[in-house]
C-alpha cells in the first residue's frame, strides 16, 4: 500500500509540473509569433529594397547604353542630324527607340537580371516586320477586357508546387503623339487610332516561392514542434498513466471480490446482527462486554441420542441441517441475535446488538419460538413421509435477564456470545420442559403475560441463582380477543398448532369436525373401563 501511494504522489507532481510547463509554453507563443513576424517583415523589406535596387540598376544600365550612349556616340562622330525616334534605332546612327520598343526590351533586360520578377510588354497589333506577341488565355481576356473598360486592372494568382505567381495587367493607352506616329508610320498595323485608345497591355509576373514564407515562421514552427514533442510525450506519460491506473483498479477489484468472498464465507458463522455491526464500524472486534438486559432462548432435541442410534448417520445430518436451518431463519425473521449451535441445541437471545425494549424483545422472543414449534410440526410430517417414524422433538426454554454480552477470547481467536447465570437458567428450563413444550421464567412472563397462556409449574432451584424459579408452561399465544388463543402442543404421535383468530368459517367447521375425528380415535383406543 505505501508503494502505491509513493506511486500516486509521484504521478500527481508529474502531473502539476506537466501543467505548469504547459502553461509556460502557451505564454511563450505571442512571443514566438512576434519574433516570426519581426524577422519576415525584414525578409521582406530586404528583398523587395533589393528587387527595387536590382531593377533600378538595369534600367539605369539599359538607358546609359541604348539612349544617353547613342546619342553622344552620333554627336562624338560630328553627326548634326536630329535625334531619330524609331522601332529600328538600332540601325540608324543617333536614334532612340520608341517607347513599346523600349518596353519590349526592357522586358528582356528584367527578365534576364531578375529571377522572381518578369515584365511584358504585348499588344496583338506588333510593327509589321516585328514577331508576333504570343498571349496566352488570361492575357488575351485581360486585352479584350480592358479595351471594354480601361478603368480594370485585370490579375491572377495561381499555384504551382510550392510557388505562388501573380500576375498584374495595365493597359497601354495611345498617347496624342503615340496616335500621329502610329497613323504615320508605314509599318503600323493600323492608321486610325485614336486618343485613348488601348494599344495593348503591360504585364508584370512575380514569383513567390511558398516555401520561403513557410520557413521564414521558423520560430513558431520550432515552438509548435517542441509542443508537438511535448504533447505526444504528455500523451505517452498519461497513456502509462492510464495504465498504471488501470492496473490499480484491477488490484483493487481483485482485492475487493477476495474480500467480499470472504466476508460472505465470514458471515457464514456470525449472526447477521453482529455481522453487520462489524462490517459498518458500530463496533469494533475487540476483546469488550457489557452487561445489558436480554431475552435468552434455549432450544433442545429430546432423545436426541436415541434418535441417532435409529437413523443412519446421512440421514440424520440431512434432518438436523434442515431442523437447524429452519430454525435459523425464524430466529432471523424475529430479530433474534443467533449466538450458537451447541450440537443440536440452538442458542438465541434477544436485545444485543440491537433492541426494542425489554418488553418487545421477550414478546418477539415467544413469537419466535411458538413459530419454530409450528415450523417443525411442519418438518416432521415431512420426515414421516419420508421413512422417519419418530422425529426430533424439541424442548424450549425462555428466560429474561441481566447478562454479559460481548467478545470473549483472546486476541487470536474470540467468540460473541453471553454469559451469565441467567443464560443457564434459560437452558435449565429448556430441560425441565416436555417434548413440544416451551417453559419460561417468571421474568419473561411478567413481561409477555399480555399475549401468552400459561400455567405456573412448581418452583426450582439453580446454582448460580439465589431464588426460587417459578417456571411457566406456554399453552398458547392469546390474540387481540383474550378469549383467542394459539395452541400449540407436540408429542410423539401429535403435532398441533392452532391459531384460532386465522380460522374462516369453513375452516372452523373442517377443524372441529377432524377435532372430533381424532377425539373419537383416541376414545376407540382408550382401554376398556377407562
Given at each position: 500500500m505505501?508503494r502505491?501511494?509513493?506511486?500516486?504522489?509521484?504521478?500527481?507532481?508529474?502531473?502539476?509540473?506537466?501543467s505548469?510547463l504547459i502553461l509556460?509554453?502557451?505564454?511563450?507563443?505571442?512571443?514566438?509569433?512576434?519574433?516570426?513576424?519581426?524577422?519576415l517583415?525584414?525578409?521582406s523589406?530586404?528583398?523587395?529594397?533589393?528587387d527595387?535596387?536590382?531593377?533600378?540598376?538595369?534600367i539605369?544600365?539599359y538607358?546609359?547604353?541604348?539612349?544617353?550612349?547613342r546619342?553622344?556616340?552620333?554627336?562624338?562622330?560630328?553627326?548634326?542630324?536630329?535625334?531619330?525616334v524609331?522601332?529600328?534605332?538600332?540601325?540608324?546612327?543617333?536614334a532612340?527607340?520608341i517607347?513599346?520598343?523600349?518596353?519590349l526590351?526592357?522586358?528582356?533586360?528584367?527578365?534576364?537580371?531578375?529571377a522572381?520578377?518578369?515584365?511584358?510588354?504585348?499588344?496583338?497589333l506588333p510593327?509589321?516586320?516585328?514577331?508576333?506577341?504570343?498571349?496566352?488565355?488570361?492575357e488575351?481576356?485581360?486585352?479584350?477586357a480592358?479595351?471594354?473598360?480601361?478603368g480594370?486592372?485585370p490579375?491572377?494568382?495561381?499555384?504551382?508546387?510550392?510557388t505562388?505567381?501573380?500576375?498584374?495587367?495595365?493597359?497601354?493607352?495611345?498617347?496624342?503623339?503615340?496616335v500621329?506616329?502610329?497613323?504615320?508610320h508605314?509599318?503600323?498595323?493600323?492608321?486610325?487610332?485614336?486618343?485613348?485608345?488601348?494599344?495593348?497591355?503591360?504585364?508584370?509576373?512575380?514569383?513567390?516561392?511558398?516555401?520561403?514564407n513557410?520557413?521564414?515562421?521558423?520560430?513558431?514552427?520550432?515552438?509548435?514542434?517542441?509542443?508537438?514533442?511535448?504533447?505526444?510525450?504528455?500523451?505517452?506519460?498519461?497513456l502509462?498513466?492510464?495504465?498504471?491506473?488501470?492496473g490499480?483498479?484491477?488490484?483493487?477489484?481483485s482485492a475487493?471480490?477476495?474480500?467480499?468472498?470472504?466476508?460472505?464465507?465470514?458471515?457464514?458463522?456470525?449472526s447477521?446482527?453482529v455481522y453487520k455491526?462489524?462490517?459498518s464500524g458500530?463496533?469494533?472486534?475487540?476483546?469488550q462486554?457489557e452487561?445489558?438486559r436480554?431475552?435468552?432462548?434455549?432450544?433442545?432435541?429430546?432423545?436426541?441420542?436415541?434418535?441417532?442410534?435409529?437413523?443412519?448417520?446421512?440421514?440424520?445430518?440431512?434432518?438436523?441441517?434442515e431442523?437447524?436451518?429452519?430454525?435459523?431463519?425464524?430466529?432471523?425473521?424475529h430479530?433474534?441475535?443467533?449466538?450458537?449451535?451447541?450440537?443440536?441445541a440452538?442458542?438465541?437471545f434477544?436485545?444485543?446488538?440491537?433492541?426494542n425494549?425489554?418488553?418487545?424483545?421477550?414478546?418477539?422472543?415467544l413469537?419466535m419460538a411458538?413459530?419454530?414449534?409450528?415450523?417443525?410440526?411442519?418438518?416432521?410430517?415431512?420426515?414421516?413421509l419420508?421413512g422417519t417414524?419418530?422425529?426430533?422433538?424439541v424442548?424450549?426454554?425462555?428466560n429474561s435477564?441481566?447478562?454479559?454480552?460481548?467478545?470473549?477470547g483472546s486476541?487470536d481467536?474470540?467468540?460473541?456470545?453471553i454469559?451469565?447465570a441467567?443464560?443457564?437458567?434459560?437452558?435449565?428450563?429448556?430441560?425441565?420442559?416436555?417434548?413440544?413444550?416451551?417453559?419460561?421464567s417468571?421474568e419473561?412472563?411478567?413481561?409477555?403475560?399480555d399475549?401468552v397462556?400459561?400455567?405456573p409449574?412448581?418452583?426450582?432451584?439453580?446454582k448460580?441463582?439465589?431464588?426460587?424459579?417459578?417456571p411457566?408452561?406456554?399453552n398458547?399465544?392469546l390474540?387481540?380477543?383474550?378469549?383467542?388463543?394459539?395452541?400449540?402442543?407436540?408429542?410423539a404421535?401429535?403435532?398441533?398448532?392452532?391459531?384460532v383468530?386465522?380460522l374462516?368459517?369453513?375452516?372452523?367447521?373442517?377443524?372441529r369436525?377432524?377435532?372430533?375425528?381424532?377425539?373419537?380415535a383416541?376414545?376407540?383406543?382408550?382401554?376398556s373401563?377407562s
Amino acid at each position: 500500500m505505501t508503494r502505491e501511494t509513493d506511486r500516486g504522489r509521484a504521478a500527481r507532481s508529474t502531473g502539476y509540473f506537466i501543467s505548469l510547463l504547459i502553461l509556460a509554453l502557451l505564454a511563450g507563443l505571442p512571443i514566438a509569433v512576434w519574433m516570426d513576424v519581426s524577422t519576415l517583415s525584414q525578409s521582406s523589406v530586404k528583398r523587395q529594397a533589393e528587387d527595387m535596387s536590382s531593377l533600378i540598376t538595369s534600367i539605369r544600365s539599359y538607358y546609359a547604353s541604348n539612349v544617353v550612349g547613342r546619342i553622344l556616340a552620333a554627336h562624338a562622330a560630328g553627326s548634326d542630324v536630329a535625334t531619330a525616334v524609331s522601332h529600328d534605332y538600332a540601325n540608324i546612327p543617333g536614334a532612340i527607340p520608341i517607347p513599346a520598343t523600349l518596353s519590349l526590351e526592357l522586358g528582356d533586360v528584367i527578365r534576364q537580371q531578375q529571377a522572381n520578377i518578369a515584365y511584358r510588354f504585348l499588344s496583338d497589333l506588333p510593327f509589321k516586320r516585328r514577331a508576333p506577341h504570343p498571349l496566352d488565355a488570361f492575357e488575351t481576356n485581360a486585352l479584350a477586357a480592358l479595351r471594354a473598360d480601361p478603368g480594370q486592372t485585370p490579375r491572377e494568382i495561381s499555384r504551382s508546387g510550392f510557388t505562388n505567381t501573380f500576375r498584374l495587367v495595365t493597359p497601354v493607352i495611345m498617347a496624342e503623339a503615340c496616335v500621329a506616329c502610329h497613323n504615320a508610320h508605314p509599318e503600323s498595323p493600323k492608321t486610325d487610332w485614336k486618343v485613348g485608345d488601348v494599344r495593348g497591355i503591360q504585364e508584370v509576373i512575380i514569383k513567390q516561392p511558398f516555401a520561403h514564407n513557410v520557413f521564414a515562421f521558423k520560430y513558431l514552427l520550432l515552438y509548435f514542434l517542441f509542443m508537438a514533442g511535448l504533447g505526444i510525450g504528455f500523451i505517452v506519460f498519461q497513456l502509462r498513466q492510464t495504465a498504471l491506473i488501470q492496473g490499480v483498479n484491477r488490484e483493487l477489484e481483485s482485492a475487493n471480490e477476495f474480500l467480499a468472498s470472504i466476508s460472505m464465507k465470514i458471515s457464514r458463522y456470525l449472526s447477521p446482527q453482529v455481522y453487520k455491526s462489524i462490517f459498518s464500524g458500530q463496533k469494533d472486534v475487540v476483546i469488550q462486554t457489557e452487561r445489558k438486559r436480554l431475552t435468552i432462548f434455549f432450544s433442545d432435541i429430546k432423545d436426541f441420542t436415541a434418535t441417532t442410534e435409529r437413523l443412519q448417520p446421512e440421514a440424520l445430518t440431512e434432518m438436523l441441517n434442515e431442523y437447524l436451518t429452519e430454525m435459523s431463519a425464524i430466529a432471523l425473521k424475529h430479530g433474534g441475535t443467533l449466538d450458537k449451535f451447541i450440537g443440536d441445541a440452538v442458542l438465541v437471545f434477544f436485545g444485543d446488538p440491537e433492541t426494542n425494549g425489554a418488553v418487545e424483545d421477550a414478546k418477539a422472543c415467544l413469537r419466535m419460538a411458538v413459530d419454530m414449534q409450528r415450523r417443525l410440526g411442519e418438518l416432521k410430517e415431512k420426515w414421516r413421509l419420508d421413512g422417519t417414524e419418530e422425529p426430533f422433538m424439541v424442548r424450549m426454554g425462555i428466560n429474561s435477564g441481566y447478562c454479559n454480552v460481548g467478545n470473549f477470547g483472546s486476541s487470536d481467536r474470540m467468540d460473541y456470545t453471553i454469559i451469565g447465570a441467567e443464560a443457564n437458567l434459560a437452558a435449565r428450563l429448556q430441560s425441565i420442559a416436555e417434548g413440544g413444550k416451551i417453559v419460561i421464567s417468571y421474568e419473561t412472563y411478567a413481561l409477555v403475560k399480555d399475549i401468552v397462556d400459561a400455567t405456573p409449574l412448581p418452583p426450582i432451584t439453580m446454582k448460580g441463582i439465589h431464588r426460587e424459579v417459578v417456571p411457566y408452561a406456554v399453552n398458547g399465544l392469546l390474540g387481540a380477543d383474550q378469549n383467542l388463543r394459539v395452541l400449540s402442543e407436540h408429542f410423539a404421535g401429535l403435532d398441533l398448532h392452532l391459531d384460532v383468530a386465522q380460522l374462516d368459517p369453513d375452516e372452523r367447521a373442517r377443524v372441529r369436525a377432524a377435532l372430533a375425528e381424532a377425539m373419537a380415535a383416541i376414545d376407540a383406543q382408550a382401554p376398556s373401563g377407562s
